[in-house]
């Protein structure tokens, strides 16, 4: 009898510890699949990071911005 009991208590365990890992296997797989969408939003972001480096510098070489760099500079004396 007191085996049955025994044996009873370390099933209950088992069962308890088993739900508790499908617990926390759920729950890793949602902080992955956050974990992807805040990866793919970085990536997105980057994306447009990299997009507006490339036409503040495609600007910044075009003969207006280099023949405007005297007319600049005079604003910010004369602006102020």
Do not use: C
Request: charged share 30%; proline share 1%; no cysteine.
């Amino acid at each position: 009898m007191v085996r049955h009991r025994e044996l009873a208590h370390i099933t209950a365990a088992l069962v308890d510890k088993e739900a508790e890992l499908e617990a926390q296997t759920r729950q890793i797989k949602a902080l992955e699949a956050q974990l992807e969408e805040a990866r793919q939003a970085l990536a997105h972001a980057q994306g447009i990071v990299d997009y507006n480096l490339a036409d503040l510098a495609s600007i910044r070489a075009s003969t207006s911005w280099r023949l405007m760099a005297p007319i600049r500079r005079l604003g910010r004396v004369f602006g102020r």
